[in-house]
């Protein structure tokens, strides 16, 4: 939740949130930082078979079995030719609710500041995938979608329980 | 520390182990009053405890002590017998003594209760009962009536001004209460952590020898444990990888006997030493928990009025120490329901023409890779239609989705929170009391639980918790390229396809594939299918499409056995068991992933979950008890092809697992063929050698039949396993040889036995001597 993070000082001494700006399928999208354990390059997976679409597989973290998301899947941006793949994704680790997941993202960006103030109300949320987006933040880039980690997951959760129930 | 402090906490360990044995003690003399030599036993502790008492300057536990000596005397002078008052009497004896070791463990000091009420109190039996019997009086109370000295519920921590012992007969609480059961222990947080060798090794009667337990025991800190064998999991996993970059540096650099080599096999055994020392550190045995049972249901029944006879099955089984503490207050909750709503009074019993004695049964079992509880009574049981009942009257299902409901699914209802009510629960004969508890604290590590009930004949609950924690030994066997671990625990035997013999064996039933193995038709489960990987994913048209190749691993589950058809079996493998995300446990067939050697993550499947998602019938007329799994009437055998193409048949009792070595980790050492598995040298012997000519030489990956540690760590080279067979005609030793045992006629073919336990027992084992490649 966007409203419920911890509101900090920007620069400009308004409240703002620390986030981590990513780019899938050449759109930008941010998660709240302090969600994020580490960040690492893409590694080989291990298939889940009957998982959701989009856990691309399972990840060896030191010994912890982490699931990997695919991004574009997730946010249904899956491109038409996968250009990306092999040029090196990146993997971003992060922390819901005790377990782990990696987001696999095509570009790691920086962590900016966005300040509370110009976060607006999501454009696209009836879009297939885009469940877990929180408000979006106009930039000179283009826009900037907020995602909520927990809903990232939720909505996984959420099709796979609907699937089985069929 | 002094050495006053030392000898204390060694009397603080010692006693609050005495105490858990002397409880059990007394309910067993109580069963069976004339056993000499267990009151013997229970009279040298107490006479152990005074006798420190007088040392350590404590005069109350003292003088307490000596009041149950005096009365344990006259017991075992024979001068009083033991009935329910005396055996209440001791039961709040050892109660006393434990409040008081209580205190002294947290203040050190004996606490300001006055305990003198009771010493008298033991007195007066004592005295009483003498003269009773001197009389020639009848004194012994029958079992039913409450006792006038009965023991008050175990409380929580009894604060030492307060003693709840009974003082005051009459002030005997009720001990069915609906709320949580209270931890038995009185020594609160700092209840020692004594490693199996002390707590669970030790049998009852060396117990009460003035043995110094302390010295050889420490507390640990169960979360440092934890962490330890995390990391050596961890590092197991990198002493693989480190045995596969020295395979491969070797084989480049070509030399055999290189320092590296040496130092690799020297860590390589090592951990494989360090990972099983590690891993025992953390497996007790259930009895931790059970062992304070037999005290809990007989104070219970003796509140409820009821007689109930407990029998305990499997103690020494072990799980992870964590789960023993999770599992302790929900088994406590689930036998105080069974004493206090399933078992009737002992009227009631006799009405309805049972014995007036109630049996409860607390069975413990490993079965597929988990660990299964089962509490058992043969009390009124539950109406499956008062369930279904209340379900719809609370809102929870509709009337006609509740007539549509199995029998099974209903009695799910009774977990549900708030289900039932104490007035609603009497009303059904039973259970509800805070089940949806005992299903929370189950399934939070990762457990079931499951209710089966009958109304007149008595009602079943079975916990299973896995073992997440455990090392679990683990098939790894492949499907669609991609590979799965499946719990040995599971695994019943494996069937190869691909000779034109067995796909002929595959039929259908109904449009299900099934297959026909030896008497009975096996229901088969095709993993590429299930699962919708690889190519010809879909589930091939039975009696046509039947894979050419392949290998059938029947699984057992519960009372359902079924065939999963994978694409091969790599090999046995023992595994660390990792958690996955929930969002994937909730696909229902994985029960969780490891980390093979290579560094590749492997999903474990859960035997029980396929069985579910492929719909397996339930084998009708099967005992629901899988924990007596039936011993096969007819010794089977597994039948392998030699080197020489010559098939013979091994005892199955005598094959522990098959496993498969590749060319690297084979060595001739000594003159033998030997195989390195996880740090040790596994002898292979030539089935050819040992019954008679030359082995064949080694050209690529070896197969192996691995024998039971008991017949020595020993493998036995085979060229193929083709299958296990079942003969109908019994061994027939009229030609027995050399290493053979006999033949057996296995579908019209005669067949040699091969003698492994002859072969292995001679003095210069033949087989081995033969094992020698040329």
């Known amino acids: 939740m966007i409203a419920a993070a911890d509101g900090r000082a920007g620069p400009g001494g308004e409240p703002a949130m620390r986030c981590c700006a990513f780019q899938v399928a050449e759109r930008w999208f941010a998660i709240d930082a302090s969600r994020i354990t580490e960040v690492l390059r893409e590694q080989r997976t291990t298939p889940v078979p009957l998982a959701h679409p989009a856990v691309r597989g399972l990840l060896n973290l030191r010994g912890r079995i982490v699931p990997v998301i695919d991004m574009r899947t997730r946010l249904g941006l899956a491109m038409a030719t996968d250009t990306a793949d092999g040029a090196g994704r990146t993997n971003i680790v992060i922390e819901v609710e005790d377990e782990a997941f990696s987001l696999l993202v095509d570009r790691l960006a920086d962590v900016v500041e966005i300040p509370l103030r110009s976060i607006e109300p999501p454009t696209t949320a009836d879009r297939p995938g885009q469940d877990a987006i929180d408000g979006v933040w106009p930039t000179r880039f283009g826009l900037m979608h907020l995602l909520d980690t927990g809903r990232l997951v939720a909505g996984i959760a959420a099709a796979t329980a609907e699937r089985k129930a069929r | 520390m002094n050495v006053d402090d030392e000898l204390l906490k060694e009397f603080l360990i010692e006693s609050s182990e005495s105490l858990d044995q002397l409880d059990r003690d007394l309910v067993a003399l109580e069963e069976n009053p004339r056993d000499a030599q267990r009151l013997s036993s229970i009279f040298r502790t107490v006479h152990n405890i005074k006798g420190i008492c007088g040392f350590l300057g404590f005069v109350k536990l003292g003088a307490i002590a000596h009041s149950g000596e005096h009365l344990l005397g006259k017991l075992r002078d024979g001068s009083i017998d033991l009935d329910e008052r005396v055996t209440g009497a001791l039961l709040s004896f050892v109660d006393t003594v434990r409040v008081i070791l209580g205190a002294i463990e947290r203040t050190g000091g004996e606490g300001d209760g006055d305990y003198r009420d009771l010493a008298q109190s033991l007195a007066v039996i004592a005295e009483e009962a003498a003269a009773a019997r001197a009389r020639g009086g009848d004194i012994v109370v029958t079992r039913l009536a409450p006792p006038p000295a009965a023991p008050a519920p175990v409380a929580v921590a009894p604060a030492p001004s307060a003693p709840p012992v009974a003082q005051h007969p009459q002030s005997t609480q009720p001990v069915s209460q609906p709320e949580p059961p209270a931890a038995p222990d009185p020594v609160p947080t700092a209840a020692p952590v004594s490693p199996p060798a002390a707590a669970a090794v030790a049998k009852p009667a060396g117990r009460s020898a003035a043995v110094p337990v302390a010295e050889s025991a420490i507390r640990v800190d169960v979360g440092l444990l934890g962490s330890l064998v995390d990391l050596v999991g961890e590092l197991v996993l990198a002493r693989n990888q480190l045995q596969a970059t020295v395979r ?520 081995l001597a033969g094992a020698v490649p040329r």
């Open chain 2, 248 to 767: 491969r540096l070797s084989a480049t650099a070509g030399g055999e006997d290189s320092e590296l080599l040496k130092v690799a096999h020297r860590i390589d055994s090592v951990t494989a030493s360090l990972q099983s020392a590690a891993l025992k550190t953390r497996m007790q045995p259930i009895d931790q928990v059970f062992n304070k049972f037999p005290r809990l249901v007989r104070d219970l029944a003796v509140g409820c009025g009821k007689d109930v006879q407990l029998s305990i099955h499997g103690a020494d089984t072990e799980l992870d120490r964590s789960l023993i503490e999770t599992i302790r207050d929900p088994l406590t909750h689930l036998l105080r329901n069974a004493v206090d709503h399933g078992i009737e009074p002992p009227q009631t019993r006799v009405e309805r023409g049972k014995p007036a004695a109630g049996k409860l049964a607390l069975r413990a079992f490993h079965e597929s890779g988990q660990v299964t509880i089962e509490i058992t009574d043969d009390g009124g049981g539950i109406r499956v239609d008062a369930v279904r009942e209340k379900a719809v009257a609370r809102g929870l299902v509709s009337a006609e989705q509740a007539a549509l409901l199995s029998d099974e699914r209903v009695f799910q209802f009774i977990f549900e929170p708030g289900f039932s009510t104490a007035a609603t629960v009497t009303n059904i004969s039973g259970r509800g009391v805070g089940m949806d508890v005992v299903r929370t604290n189950i399934e939070a590590i990762g457990g079931t639980v499951e209710l089966d009930s009958r109304p007149g004949v008595g009602t079943t609950v079975r916990v299973r918790i896995p073992l997440t924690l455990a090392i679990m030994p683990a098939l790894i066997v492949h499907a669609g390229g991609q590979r799965f671990a499946i719990p040995q625990a599971a695994v019943r035997e494996l069937i190869a396809l691909g000779s034109s013999r067995s796909a002929a064996f595959i039929e259908g039933l109904e449009g299900a594939p099934v297959m026909r193995l030896r008497d009975r038709l096996l229901p088969l489960v095709f993993l590429r299918g299930l699962l919708a990987i690889g190519a010809g994913s879909a589930v091939p048209v039975p009696g046509v499409g039947a894979p050419a190749s392949g290998t059938v691993v029947v699984l057992r589950v519960d009372s359902q056995e079924f065939g999963l058809v994978v694409d091969g079996v790599a090999r046995a493998e023992d595994i660390v068991v990792k958690p996955i995300a929930k969002v994937l446990v909730a696909l229902g067939v994985y029960a969780g992933a490891t980390v093979l050697g290579d560094g590749d993550v492997v999903l474990i499947m859960d035997p029980r979950g396929v069985a579910q998602a492929a719909r397996i019938p339930a084998r009708p007329g099967d005992e629901s008890l899988a924990a007596a799994a039936p011993v096969a009437a007819r010794p089977r055998y597994l039948v392998c092809e030699t080197g020489r193409g010559r098939r013979v048949a091994v005892p199955l009792e005598d094959v522990q697992r098959l496993e498969t070595f590749p060319r690297e980790r084979l060595e001739e050492a000594a003159g033998r063929l030997v195989a390195h598995r996880e740090g040790h040298l596994l002898a292979l012997a030539d089935i050819d050698a040992m019954v008679q000519g030359a082995p064949e030489p080694i050209s690529g990956p070896v197969t192996a039949v691995i024998l039971p540690p008991a017949r020595g760590e020993v493998g036995l080279r085979v060229r193929r396993i083709l299958e296990v067979v079942e003969p109908s005609l019994p061994l027939d030793p009229a030609l027995a040889a050399a290493g053979l045992l006999g033949t057996v006629v296995i579908e019209g073919r005669a067949m040699e036995v091969l003698d492994v336990r002859g072969a292995l027992s001679s003095p210069a084992p033949r087989l």
